[in-house]
Nanobody, 127 residues
Framework: QVQLVESGGGLVQAGGSLRLSCAGS????????MAWFRQAPGKEREFVAR????????YYADSVKGRFTISRDNAKNTMTLQMNSLKPEDTAVYYC????????????????????WGQGTQVTVSS
């Protein structure tokens, strides 16, 4: 059973930074693309960023491009999301997720393309 655990959320002022981490279990972590999604109150869960199993291939939602950076360390089974220049509209619960299938190299933005999810970590940006 795969487990994903997020950490690093919190309260920050607009313009500040936070770094989220996702720790994964299992010996096949490196074979799967990973992603961050977020969900604000009353809204649907939305794609934020993705990193494929091939390190270096990343994708971002237009709303975070240039401000957020996704990375992974397969030796440690971890993924991170560095969030800079945070805005109040970035306030949400952030979730990490794993691809439903191994070795996918294309962009996957849909929730149903991921099968394992963390419990979420709250990010609140005050104005």
């Amino acid at each position: 059973q795969v487990q994903l655990v997020e950490s690093g959320g919190g309260l920050v002022q607009a313009g500040g930074s936070l770094r989220l981490s996702c720790a994964g279990s299992g010996r096949t972590f490196s074979r799967y693309g990973m992603a961050w999604f977020r969900q604000a109150p009353g809204k649907e869960r939305e794609f934020v960023a993705r990193i494929s199993w091939i390190i270096g291939r990343t994708y971002y939602a237009d709303s975070v491009k240039g401000r957020f950076t996704i990375s992974r360390d397969n030796a440690k089974n971890t993924m991170t999301l560095q969030m800079n220049s945070l805005k109040p509209e970035d306030t949400a619960v952030y979730y990490c997720a794993r691809d439903r299938e191994a070795f996918i190299t294309t962009l996957s933005r849909r929730v149903d393309e991921y099968d394992y999810w963390g419990q979420g970590t709250q990010v609140t940006v005050s104005s």
